[in-house]
C-alpha cells in the first residue's frame, strides 16, 4: 500500500520569490584600505619578513662565535627586529582575517570571477568556505548545455522550515556553469556554504542534464549539514523509507520496542508475532560470547621462510605486550586481544582482534593496525604492505572465517515457548516446526552449500533494525549468519529455539548512528550513544537486542510456513489494491 505522499504535486515553480529578497550587504575587507595593490603589499612583507629573519640569525650566530652578550644589539639590529615584528603582525593580521571572513561572509553575487585551477574554465565562486571537504565526485559533464529554464522547486512540506533565500538569477548562474561543467557539483557544498542550496543546485542540474525529473524525490525537510563529510557525498535528497515497530520483546527481563525499516509487507507484523509468543513464554534469554572487530592485512616477502619469520614472530605469546602497546595508542577505546595468520606462499594475511567500545570501529581496528606495520618495518625492512585489508577479515562478505572465528559480537539468544502459545498465537505445532526446521533450516541449508544461512530468515530483520538505527547495511551479509535450532523439551509439550550468531556488527556512535532519525530509533531502544559507565555496554546490549528480534522473525515465519499461512498472509498485506499507476500520475 502506498504511503501518502508529503509533498504537493504542483507543477514545476521558479525559484524567484514572490517578494525580492535585498541581496546580502558587501562586506569590506581589511585590505582594501591598503595603499598599494595587494600582491605588491604581501610580496613586500614578505620579502621584507625573509630578509630581517636571515639578518638576525646570521647576527645571532657571529655574536655566539665571538661570545658577544645576544642582549646587546646594534641600531641595525634593533631596526631588523622591529621590521620583523611589522612584518610579522601584518602576515598574521592578513591571513586571520581573510580566514575568518571566509567562514563569516558567504559569497555574494559580485565575486563571482573567471578562474579555475582544476578544470581551467571559469568558476563562478572566487570567496570560498574555509571548509574545503570534498563531498564525492564530480558530475559527468560532458553533454552540451541544455537551454536555459526555469529552476524546479520541490514544494513538499514534512516541517515549517525557512526556504532558501537565494535569487533566481544567481542560482540559474550556478546551474548553468554545472550543466557546462564549468563548475564541479562536487565543490558547491565548499563555495556556497550552505548545503541545501547545493543540494537543490545539484539536483536541478542533474534534472537538466539527464532530462528526467526527480519531482517524487524529497528536498525539504533534511539537514544536509549532519551528513558533510561523513555520511554522503553530492546529496539530491533522500528516500523514504517507513519505520514500524515490533514488540515489545522481552530479552533478559527486560521490553524493547524494536524499530524496522522496510518496505517488505508482513515483515514487522510477523515479528510482531514472535515478539508476543516469547512474551507470552516468559521471554528470551541473550548472551554475548565474544566482542572484537577485525582487520587482516596482506604483506609480501622475497621469500615463504621470511613469511613464515613474521607468522612466528606474530604469534610468539612474549611479543604480544609489545605488539598491544603500539596497537593501542591510537585510541582509548581500541584494545587489541589478539592476532591470527594465515599464509599463502610467500604472503601473509595478519587477522587482527581488537575492543572499539561502544562503535562498530572499522576506522578505529584500522588505525591500530596500521601502527602495528609501521613498527613491524623496523625488524622486517623486506615486508611490502600489499593493501591494509587483504580480506581475511572479512569485511561485508560471506566467509568462513567469520563464522567460525566470529566477528564484531558474537551473541546466542534462546527462548521456550509453550506448547499452548505455539497453538494459540502460532497456529502450529510443536512437532511440526521441529520437522520443518530439521528439513529446512539444517538439511536444506546443507543441500544448497550455504555458508552461515542456516535459518529462515535472519538477514529480514537484521537489515531492518540496520537501516532504522544507523548501522553500515552493506554489513548485513556476515551478521546475518546464524543457525536456527528448534527441539522439543518438557515430554515434547514445549518448543525450545534459539538463534546463534556469530557476527554482529553494530555500534551506538559514529556513522549514520548521528543522524537525527536513527538517532532517534537508537534512544528508542535505550541505547544511544555511548555508555558513560562501562565503554562498549550500549553496543552489545544491541547485539543482544538485534538476536532478539532474529528469534522472533524466525520463530514467526517457520511457523507460518508450517500452517501453509505464508502466501495467504503475503497476499493479505504485502499486495497493494490501489491502482499505482493512477496513484503517480
Not at 516468559?282 to 582487520?295: F, P, Q
Not at 593501542?328 to 599464509?343: D, E, P, T, W, Y
Not at 600489499?386 to 568462513?400: H, R, T, V
Amino acid at each position: 500500500m502506498e504511503a501518502p505522499r508529503l509533498y504537493s504535486t504542483k507543477p514545476a515553480q521558479s525559484l524567484k520569490p514572490s517578494k525580492k529578497i535585498p541581496l546580502e550587504e558587501d562586506h569590506g575587507k581589511a585590505s582594501d584600505a591598503l595603499p598599494l595593490p595587494l600582491h605588491l603589499t604581501n610580496a613586500l612583507f614578505f620579502t621584507l619578513f625573509f630578509s630581517v629573519v636571515y639578518f638576525l640569525l646570521s647576527r645571532w650566530r657571529e655574536k655566539i662565535r665571538t661570545s658577544t652578550p645576544l642582549h646587546v644589539v646594534t641600531f641595525s639590529e634593533i631596526i631588523a627586529i622591529l621590521s620583523f615584528l611589522a612584518s610579522f603582525i601584518y602576515l598574521l593580521g592578513f591571513f586571520g582575517i581573510d580566514f575568518v571572513q571566509s567562514l563569516v561572509f558567504q559569497p555574494s553575487p559580485d565575486v563571482w570571477i573567471a578562474e579555475d585551477e582544476e578544470e581551467d574554465n571559469e568558476v563562478l565562486l572566487a570567496k570560498e568556505d574555509a571548509r574545503m571537504v570534498p563531498c564525492g565526485q564530480a558530475l559527468d559533464c560532458s553533454l552540451p548545455p541544455l537551454p536555459p529554464a526555469a529552476p524546479i522547486v520541490t514544494v513538499q512540506k514534512v516541517f515549517d522550515e525557512k526556504p532558501v533565500t537565494v535569487t533566481t538569477e544567481e542560482d540559474e548562474e550556478i546551474i548553468k556553469s554545472v550543466v557546462a561543467g564549468t563548475t564541479p557539483s562536487y565543490s558547491l557544498e565548499s563555495k556556497l556554504g550552505d548545503c541545501k542550496r547545493a543540494a537543490a543546485i545539484r539536483r536541478e542540474a542533474l534534472q537538466r542534464l539527464t532530462g528526467k525529473s526527480l519531482s517524487g524525490l524529497p528536498l525539504d525537510g533534511f539537514d544536509y549539514e549532519s551528513i558533510l563529510g561523513q555520511c554522503c557525498e553530492m546529496p539530491v535528497g533522500y528516500v523514504q523509507i517507513p519505520v514500524g515497530i515490533a514488540g515489545p520483546l522481552l530479552v533478559n527481563g527486560r521490553e524493547y520496542s524494536v524499530p524496522m525499516a522496510t518496505t517488505e509487507g508482513c515483515l514487522v507484523a510477523s515479528t510482531n508475532r514472535g515478539c508476543k509468543a516469547i512474551h507470552l513464554s516468559g521471554g528470551a534469554t541473550s548472551v554475548l560470547l565474544k566482542d572484537g572487530m577485525t582487520r587482516a592485512p596482506c604483506v609480501r616477502f622475497g621469500t615463504a621462510k621470511r613469511a613464515a619469520d613474521l607468522k612466528l614472530y606474530l604469534e610468539d605469546p612474549d611479543n604480544f605486550e609489545t605488539l598491544s602497546v603500539v596497537f593501542n595508542r591510537s585510541s582509548r577505546f581500541g584494545r587489541l586481544q589478539g592476532i591470527k595468520c594465515a599464509i599463502a606462499g610467500k604472503n601473509l594475511y595478519i587477522r587482527f582482534t581488537c575492543s572499539t567500545g561502544d562503535a562498530m570501529g572499522m576506522n578505529m581496528v584500522s588505525k591500530g593496525v596500521q601502527n602495528v606495520l609501521d613498527f613491524l618495518q623496523t625488524d622486517f625492512p623486506d615486508m611490502d604492505v600489499i593493501g591494509i585489508s587483504g580480506n581475511f577479515c572479512s569485511d561485508k562478505k560471506p566467509a568462513a572465517v567469520n563464522w567460525i572465528e566470529g566477528r564484531g559480537k558474537s551473541v546466542v539468544c534462546e527462548a521456550i515457548i509453550k506448547g499452548d502459545v505455539v497453538r494459540k498465537v502460532l497456529k502450529t505445532s510443536v512437532e511440526s516446526l521441529v520437522e520443518l526446521n530439521m528439513l529446512k533450516n539444517l538439511t536444506g541449508s546443507a543441500m544448497a552449500g550455504a555458508l552461515g544461512g542456516f535459518n529462515a530468515h535472519a538477514s529480514n530483520i537484521v537489515t531492518a533494525i540496520y537501516i532504522a538505527t544507523g548501522q553500515d547495511p552493506a554489513q548485513n551479509v556476515e551478521s546475518s549468519h546464524c543457525i536456527t535450532m528448534m527441539e522439543a523439551v518438557n515430554e515434547g509439550k514445549d518448543l525450545h529455539i534459539s538463534v546463534t550468531m556469530p557476527s554482529i556488527e553494530v555500534g551506538t556512535v559514529g556513522g549514520g548512528t548521528q543522524l537525527a532519525s536513527q538517532s532517534a530509533c537508537l534512544n528508542l531502544l535505550g541505547v544511544k550513544g555511548a555508555s558513560k559507565e562501562t565503554p562498549g555496554a550500549n553496543s552489545r546490549m544491541l547485539a543482544t537486542i538485534v538476536a532478539g528480534a532474529v528469534l522472533a522473525g524466525e520463530l514467526s515465519l517457520m511457523s507460518a510456513l508450517a500452517a501453509g499461512q505464508l502466501v495467504k498472509s503475503h497476499m493479505k498485506y504485502n499486495r497493494s489494491s490501489k491502482d499505482v499507476s493512477k496513484a503517480s500520475s
